[in-house]
């Protein structure tokens, strides 16, 4: 599905965790992956190696030296489980603006990033790189939380998680995921959320969304009533190219709905675009979607929809 997959890293064991779930998207280990790492200049030295001393004395040529023996060997090991491996090592100050660039200028498919690098240091914390990325590139963006364990853990894909919300920008997310789920044999999890605001038919930005919903309003019965009819049809529509294990509807936060279900369901991949609604900035990264990266307890592959 993904061809070619560009992976950004700093030297740490965080930010090359997410190479270890790479199978999720690549299932045969055909893809071609470009390994780019940005040197950034104005933190030279301060950042360079992941014990305590910086070694900003040192030139830059040693600085190049080190981190092309460190692609070395992750290409090394990416070419051991069948990837064919580039690596770019570039200098600049915009890291995000360079991970989007590259990714243009080699038309990659997909950019598969952890959501922060180096331990303790808040270099790709969410609201920095990773969100910028996401927030700037037109790419699939397949983002891993790291943890000390990223490296070592076995990578499943036996449930996808395909959050909906009634419009055809989030169904995009449906074609990935069903592809996905076919080359794994791996079950979907189809849900949706009906917020406060959205049940009552009220004005989101000048309704309280704590506010209680009468059980016998009539709006929330129709909205109920609407939202089981197309997830019914969505279902149905896929019923003889995909296992859908299951469909729920559920009356809360978008984005606690999704990881409420994610966590749940023991779901092992979250697929979403990464907005819905057409023309209403409803799941702009830094609203749902930022909410369920922040928290997603599994990794989460983000579509943007196209403008």
Request: hydrophobic letters at 45%; glycine letters at 6%.
């Amino acid at each position: 599905m993904y061809h070619k997959i560009l992976v950004p890293l700093d030297g740490s064991p965080f930010a090359e965790g997410v190479l270890a779930y790479l199978p999720q998207v690549d299932q045969k280990n055909e893809s071609e992956v470009i390994l780019v790492q940005i040197l950034e200049e104005e933190r030279y030295g301060a950042y360079l190696t992941p014990g305590p001393l910086p070694i900003s004395n040192q030139p830059v040529s040693a600085w190049t030296s080190q981190a092309g023996k460190y692609h070395a060997d992750m290409a090394e090991d990416l070419r051991a489980c069948g990837y064919t491996v580039r690596s770019l090592i570039l200098q600049g100050n915009d890291v995000a603006g360079e991970i989007c660039r590259v990714a243009d200028a080699e038309r990659v498919n997909l950019i598969a990033m952890t959501t922060h690098g180096r331990a303790g240091l808040p270099r790709w914390l969410m609201g920095s790189v990773a969100s910028r990325v996401v927030s700037a590139t037109d790419k699939p963006v397949f983002l891993v939380h790291p943890n000390e364990a990223t490296g070592d853990r076995t990578v499943s894909l036996r449930r996808i998680l395909v959050p909906l919300d009634g419009s055809r920008l989030a169904e995009l997310a449906l074609n990935v995921a069903g592809a996905l789920s076919r080359s794994r044999d791996a079950g979907l999890i189809l849900v949706r959320a009906l917020e406060p605001a959205t049940v009552i038919g009220a004005d989101s930005a000048t309704s309280d969304p704590a506010a209680p919903i009468p059980a016998e309003a009539p709006v929330r019965v129709i909205e109920r009533d609407a939202a089981d009819l197309y997830m019914a049809d969505i279902v149905e529509a896929m019923k003889n190219t995909n296992f859908v294990e299951q469909s729920v509807i559920v009356h809360g936060s978008a984005a606690e709905v999704i990881l409420d279900a994610a966590e749940l369901n023991d779901v092992d991949l979250i697929v979403m675009s990464t907005h819905g609604r057409s023309g209403v900035s409803r799941w702009v990264y830094g609203s749902v979607a930022e909410k369920v990266l922040h928290s997603a307890p599994c990794p989460l592959l983000l579509l943007r929809a196209p403008t």
